[in-house]
């Protein structure tokens, strides 16, 4: 389960709601999996990495939470273990992470992958070992990333559990978020900076109470402002982003007319488009465009219950 004190429970519609776009997204993206597998004699360079490699990351995000938060029901529990081993086989059993971290040591995508393997207990020793080194070096930490992305660095450093040696404080201050800015300055791009420092800082939902206090409040007072914003332009991708950073603190508001605007926007099958816009008929087109919504969805709905279970 999530660590840290549970959160008052928002009205329980909101939990149904979210079990149900849930349960249907992790279904969709389960039935769909082979979608993502790898060209035949893929190698540790990976030519498109966002053509396999990026999707079968997410998937394995998204089932690795699932597993670890143990807020859906136990059918929902193995079909994400399935999607997880699918996602291993299809990188080697780690096999393939460890030969790109081994050709290209100063990048950090590898750690960045392997780390949702190893948070629902696969483990793959070489690469551990390997690791366990690289993260010790500076010119690894410091790889020249955008803040939030140093941030997901340090964060996967401390799941496999290799010495942590960020500066939180710092590293928060250096992010859009931790500036306190403007917030009618927010755009496209800088909600999802926003979302993914919150997503690191906490360990998706894990150690809310690392929010600090001003964040908190800052927080508290523009993110249902933000979600308004996105809902009306129906960013559905993001929407769901913004839900889970409401799961990651320490009281989530669980608003009941966000998540019914977000499930009513899903497919019977499973599918959440990305936007207003569903797309091309053709089916690896379609899984392409928004296998991600799928991904946050899932990720959005098994905090919200588990932050939230029990209270």
Partial sequence: MTAGKPAPAPPEP??????RLGTRALGWLHRNRERTA???????ELAEPDSAYKPLS??????SLVLRDEAFPAADRRTAADLLDYAWDQLRGGDLIYERQLRFPAMTDPLETYVHFHRAGHRHERLLELLAHLTALTSYREYEHVPNRRMAVANATRVIGAPDRTDWPARTAATWLGALPEPWAMDWMTAYHMTHTVFHLTDWGARPHELPPRLRDYLATWLPVWTDVWLETEEWDLVAELLIVDAC???????PAAWRR???AQHEDG??????????????????DHYHSAVVATVA???????????
Avoid: I
Wanted: hydrophobic fraction near 45%.
């Fill in 58 to 63: 997410e998937l394995a995000l998204a089932a």
């Fill in 249 to 255: 603190t320490p009281e989530p508001a669980g608003e």
């Fill in 271 to 288: 599918l959440l488009p990305r936007d207003g816009r569903t797309g091309t008929g053709d089916p690896d087109r379609r899984f392409g």
């Fill in 262 to 264: 977000l499930a009513a």
């Fill in 38 to 44: 790898f060209a035949e004699g893929a190698t540790a």
């Fill in 301 to 311: 709905a098994t905090l919200l219950l588990s932050r939230t279970a029990g209270a």
């Fill in 14 to 19: 909101v939990r149904a709601t979210a079990l």
